[in-house]
C-alpha cells in the first residue's frame, strides 16, 4: 500500500497503474448489457474494445454510424445473435472482431466500405451473403470465418471469389472444408488467395510480387489466429 514516503510526497504504488491508450475506449469484460453512453471519449475513438461481455447481445442501429473516427471494432465473446444493418455507413471501421458471438448473417459485415479485416470465427453462418453483396467489399483483405456452419461449397466460393481484393482466409472447421481436396479446390476456385488454412493446416500460394516474408509480416499483424508456417 502506497503511502507517505520518509521524504515527505507519497512512495510510488505497489503495482503499476495502466496509462489508458489515446484514441482506445477499452469496456472489454465489463458486464455491459447494453451499448454504452455516448460519451466524448467514444465519440472520438479510433479503437472501441467490448470484448468478453456476455450479457451483450445486440448493437442497436446507427450507434456505430455515429462513430466517425473508429477503425478497430472488437465484439469477440459476446452474445450477438446479429450484427447492425446500418454497417454501411460505418466508413472508418477498418477491422472487425467479431467471433465467439451467435450470428447467423454475415451480410452486414461485408458491407462495412473501408474494411480490410473481417473476424466472424466461431458463429453460426451456414451460408454467405449472395455475390452481388460480398461485391461491395472491395477493401476486404482477410476473412476468417473459422468454426461456422457453412456447408455449401459451391455457392460460398461464389460468394467469396466476388470479394477482389481477398487474399487471406480461414474455412477450418467448417462442414464444406472436411472433404479430402479441399486444400486444392481452394487454389483452384480461388486463385488470388495467398494465405488460408484449412482443418489446421495452413498454404501458401507464392506470386513474384507477393513474397513469404510480406505474407508473414502483414497477415500475422492482422489476421488473429492464423499465423504463417515456418
Do not use: Q, Y
Not at 455515429?66 to 455507413?89: I, K, V
Not at 513474384?208 to 492482422?222: E, G, N
Amino acid at each position: 500500500m502506497a503511502g507517505p514516503g520518509k521524504f515527505g510526497g507519497f512512495d510510488p504504488p505497489d503495482e503499476a497503474i495502466p496509462t489508458p491508450t489515446p484514441g482506445v475506449v477499452d469496456l472489454a469484460h465489463g458486464n455491459l448489457r447494453e451499448f454504452p453512453a455516448f460519451t466524448k471519449a467514444l465519440r472520438t475513438a479510433l479503437e472501441l474494445d467490448l470484448e468478453g461481455n456476455p450479457e451483450l447481445v445486440s448493437i442497436p442501429a446507427g450507434a456505430l454510424s455515429r462513430l466517425t473516427s473508429l477503425e478497430t471494432l472488437r465484439l469477440t465473446g459476446c452474445a450477438l445473435t446479429h450484427l447492425p444493418e446500418d454497417m454501411n455507413r460505418c466508413e472508418s471501421i477498418a477491422r472487425l472482431f467479431a467471433g465467439a458471438n451467435d450470428i447467423t448473417d454475415a451480410h452486414p459485415a461485408f458491407e462495412l466500405p473501408c474494411a480490410v479485416h473481417v473476424g466472424l470465427a466461431h458463429n453460426r453462418i451456414a451460408a454467405l451473403p449472395p455475390p452481388e453483396v460480398t461485391a461491395r467489399a472491395e477493401a476486404l483483405m482477410s476473412l476468417d470465418l473459422t468454426h461456422n456452419d457453412l456447408c455449401d461449397a459451391s455457392d460460398a466460393f461464389a460468394s467469396l471469389r466476388a470479394m477482389p481484393s481477398l487474399r487471406a482466409l480461414s474455412l477450418a472447421g467448417n462442414p464444406m472444408a472436411m472433404g479430402t481436396g479441399f486444400a486444392a479446390r481452394v487454389a483452384t476456385e480461388l486463385p488470388e488467395l495467398r494465405f488460408w488454412t484449412d482443418a489446421g493446416a495452413t498454404f501458401f500460394a507464392l506470386f513474384p510480387a507477393f513474397t513469404l516474408a510480406a505474407a508473414a509480416l502483414s497477415l500475422a499483424t492482422t489476421v488473429g489466429g492464423m499465423k504463417p508456417v515456418t
